[in-house]
Nanobody
Framework: EVQLVESGGGLVQPGGSLRLSCAAS????????MNWVRQAPGKGLEWVSE????????YYADSVKGRFTISRDNAKNTLYLQLTSLKTEDTAMYYC????????RGQGTQVTVST
């Protein structure tokens, strides 16, 4: 059974930083591209970033390019997302997922950017 468990969210002021983690189990993590997606209140799911199975290739949505960094540690079966220069519009539930449409995904971790 695929399990994805996100952590690291919280309340942060605009301009702040957070590091999200996603612990994966139930599948061969190192064989898969992995993604982060997010859902803001009242909005649909938005793809944020993708990383290749080796970690060499990384892709970002224009809305986060230059501010967020995706990475992975295949030895630890863990995916990361470093969020910097956060804006209020980054407020959302963040999920790690196996594909860009968010399937399958974990239970999410809440990121709130507010003064």
């Amino acid at each position: 059974e695929v399990q994805l468990v996100e952590s690291g969210g919280g309340l942060v002021q605009p301009g702040g930083s957070l590091r999200l983690s996603c612990a994966a189990s139930g599948f061969n993590f190192s064989n898969y591209y992995m993604n982060w997606v997010r859902q803001a209140p009242g909005k649909g799911l938005e793809w944020v970033s993708e990383i290749s199975s080796s970690g060499y290739w990384k892709y970002y949505a224009d809305s986060v390019k230059g501010r967020f960094t995706i990475s992975r540690d295949n030895a630890k079966n863990t995916l990361y997302l470093q969020l910097t220069s956060l804006k209020t519009e980054d407020t959302a539930m963040y999920y790690c997922a196996r594909d860009r449409s968010g399937n399958p995904r974990g239970q999410g971790t809440q990121v709130t950017v507010s003064t």
